[in-house]
């Protein structure tokens, strides 16, 4: 049912396309971020599962055809020819793709189709939307966990946005190393653990604080993590040790100076003999803040982090785009068939083929450069090639990856990153923070397709 979750243009380019003959064109685009955002150094790729998703399951109802008949910008088309080819529709096309949880940088392919021209134009809006919002949000919370080193942090953004994208933001934070989230449809739809207490509306429901917490530990003996901030957190604290006991699994900060309650609270509980129970810190944490409760030596075991982690609130939008670069008769096997396509639209550009992404690391396994080359073009060795064939005919190479298989690369990926692109700070980085090289073939060939342009414009 997400046929129409997309924007007008792309149905009224498929519809000229089907009129004007040109439903045999195989091409081939490219999906990739230009420019990374000022507060970042490196970007971490997620979507892809739910883009091939989408593209398993595209189809066009009878009820969403008579929907696009009465739309005045697209009625002239609506043809019954072109009705019967939207009724039959399917996604026929071949899919490489950068491996959820892979570190990338700016111009490098995270997806690349080649399809039949309407069957590649049509999924342009939505593959843009679910790569780039989930990629957005898996960015700024690698940065978060980078912050907590050895401390957990948990995803608790699901009010600050809106309710299918709180969905896909808890995946895509677990998915980078997150411990969990609060969000109960992604625990059961992706096998999330689910983490949450209760709020201070609880506390103040009850006459005392006193009978909350007695009323909460009674309800649940085996999991009690009590929030002791809603009157006075230190008397929270010790209430909350003096009433739980052995039971109490840990308590939670929601306000105040957490670095000094949390020492505080830390000798309270141990010396109320409550050594294993953990402090949860929460109420407006980011990365900065994190990385100040650490340096500062704050004891605290899990934070959750939930309005700037899910808004990805310092660069809440990524520029990623999705262009044509090649361009051919009606066999996808022929290669020698294809035009390479590129613009030259100032700080625009594009470049053309089909291409790979080749990565080379140091003698210590550190990421040290990036090379982008046309996709039948040898690097040299040591190179790591990104994309992976996802899609063949329309139907997956292999079954899809586990958050499992995806968090361990991204552990592999954010170990292997040079300090210089480990800092969190706001700071750009001095000089470009990671080289990106277009390969020799590839710059000649942009060099071949401009002559080309400016010939036919002439």
């Known amino acids: 049912m997400d046929a129409l979750h997309t924007d007008l243009y792309q149905l009224t380019m498929a519809a000229g396309y089907f ?3 040109m439903t045999s064109r195989v091409a081939t685009c490219e999906l990739f971020v230009r420019r990374l955002p000022r507060h970042r150094r490196f970007l971490v790729a997620m979507g892809l599962d739910r883009v091939v998703r989408y593209l398993e399951g595209l189809r066009f109802t009878d009820e969403q055809i008579a929907y696009l008949s009465a739309i005045p910008a697209l009625a002239d088309a609506m043809t019954p020819a072109f009705c019967d080819y939207l009724r039959s529709f399917r996604f026929h096309g071949d899919v490489w793709a950068v491996p959820e949880g892979t570190v990338f940088f700016p111009n490098e392919p995270l997806l690349r189709v080649t399809a039949p021209l309407i069957e590649a134009q049509l999924i342009e809006t939505f593959a843009l939307s679910a790569i780039n919002h989930a990629t957005a949000i898996a960015s700024k919370a690698a940065r978060v966990v980078l912050a907590a080193g050895d ?3 948990m995803e608790f953004g699901t009010r600050r946005t809106h309710p299918d994208a ?10 980078v190393g997150c411990v969990g989230t609060s969000n109960v449809e992604a625990g059961m739809r992706f096998g999330i653990p689910v ?13 005392t604080e006193e009978a909350a917490f007695e009323g909460y530990v009674a309800v649940f003996p085996n999991a009690a993590i009590l929030l002791i901030d809603t009157y006075d957190t230190l008397v929270g604290a010790a209430r909350a040790a003096a009433i739980a ?3 109490l699994k840990g308590v939670r900060l929601d306000s105040g100076d957490l670095g000094a309650l949390s020492v505080a609270v830390r000798r309270i509980l141990d010396d109320a003999g409550c050594a294993s129970a953990k402090i949860v810190a929460s109420g407006d944490l980011n990365e900065h803040r994190i990385a100040e409760l650490r340096r500062a030596g704050a004891p ?10 899910v808004t990805s609130i310092d660069a809440p939008s990524l520029g990623g785009v999705y262009k044509l670069v090649e361009i051919g008769g009606a066999d996808p096997a022929a290669a020698g068939e294809r035009t390479p396509i590129a613009k030259f639209s100032e700080g625009k550009a ?4 089909a291409h790979q992404v080749h990565r080379f690391r140091d003698k210590a396994g550190k990421l040290a450069r990036d090379v982008i080359a046309l996709d039948s073009e040898p690097v040299g060795p040591g190179a790591e090639p990104l994309l992976a064939p996802v899609m063949k005919r329309g139907a997956r190479v292999a079954p899809p990856q586990g958050l499992d298989a995806i968090r361990a690369r991204v552990r592999e990926q954010l170990g292997g990153l040079p300090e210089a692109l480990r800092r969190i700070d706001d700071d750009p980085a001095p000089g470009a923070p990671f080289a990106v090289e277009v390969s020799a073939e590839l710059g000649a060939l942009v060099e071949t397709v401009r002559a080309r342009v400016v010939a036919g414009a002439g």
Do not use: E, F, S
């Open 19 to 21: 009129h004007r003959g």
């Open 151 to 153: 401390a957990g942090v």
């Open 166 to 175: 709180a969905v896909d933001a808890a995946r895509a934070a677990y998915a």
């Open 195 to 207: 983490h949450g207490t209760a709020a201070h509306m609880w506390t103040m429901a009850h006459p």
């Open 245 to 247: 006991r052995d039971k």
């Open 300 to 309: 605290i075991d899990l934070y959750g982090v939930g309005t700037d982690l």
């Open 350 to 353: 594009t470049l053309p083929g």
